[in-house]
């Protein structure tokens, strides 16, 4: 089982709709990432956080640390939202390490 | 754009070969980490460079190899190329470690194919 899980794999969306993926961890985390990664390859942070939550424009990021959860929410959604959303955490132990989900591949149609 | 550069765009290799990708961090970046994407997967952590130091290591083998320069740009060495090395291969600068508690900027990758 991956320690890092997310849902769905595959989204469809249709222009104006929310949107929410979900990220669920099984180890110890110093913060966790909310990552952008259009065709091409390119990725783009979203955010980063460890409690709470954070909003840019029409991104929501939330955090349940207890319940191992971050949530993603995209309002008002736009065919250019559509990419693959990655969440990643970085780990607590003795060695600098980050583990990824394998992306959720979002399609927003006009 | 993050100011992470990385050279060069695309590369083709045959099994067995070696292979050095190059990447550049944003100004006054300190960190910088090395990802492996497999095709139709997420991003693999390879290790991390602090201050010219290995900071942490994925779960690569040791013909993966690094090296950060006092300029901040940094090198990513892979021996005895095989296929499954092929992949993009992305580099990220931050600008502290600390168990990737920083945001992370990415490049634009260097996409590998082995044949």
């Known amino acids: 089982k991956n320690e890092v899980e997310q849902s769905p794999q595959n989204l469809t969306a249709q222009e104006g709709e929310f949107i929410t993926i979900n990220c669920s961890y099984s180890?110890?985390?110093?913060?966790l990432h909310w990552l952008q990664q259009h065709p091409g390859g390119g990725i783009v942070s979203l955010f980063m956080l460890s409690s709470g939550k954070k909003k840019h424009g029409r991104l929501i990021a939330t955090i349940n640390i207890q319940e191992k959860h971050s949530s993603l929410h995209i309002t008002a959604s736009h065919p250019r939202d559509s990419a693959v959303y990655i969440c990643a955490v970085g780990v607590w132990h003795n060695n600098n390490d980050m583990r990824f989900g394998a992306g959720t591949r979002l399609t927003v149609k006009p | 754009e993050t100011g992470v550069t990385q050279s060069p765009t695309h590369l083709i290799k045959t099994r067995g070969q070696q292979v050095t990708l190059r990447c550049s961090s944003q100004?006054?970046?300190?960190?910088v980490s090395w990802y492996q994407q497999a095709l139709g997967q997420g991003p693999q952590f390879i290790f991390q460079y602090y201050r010219e130091e290995e900071n942490g290591r994925g779960n690569f083998p040791p013909r993966f190899s690094g090296l950060q320069f006092p300029n901040y740009s940094s090198e990513l060495n892979v021996n005895a190329l095989e296929l499954d090395d092929s992949a993009l291969y992305l580099c990220?600068?931050?600008?502290?470690?600390?168990?990737?508690?920083?945001?992370?900027?990415f490049g634009p990758g260097t996409r590998l194919t082995v044949t």
């Open positions: 180890v110890g985390i110093s913060a």
């Open positions: 100004s006054g970046h300190n960190t």
């Open positions: 990220a600068s931050s600008s502290g470690t600390d168990y990737f508690s920083y945001e992370q900027y």
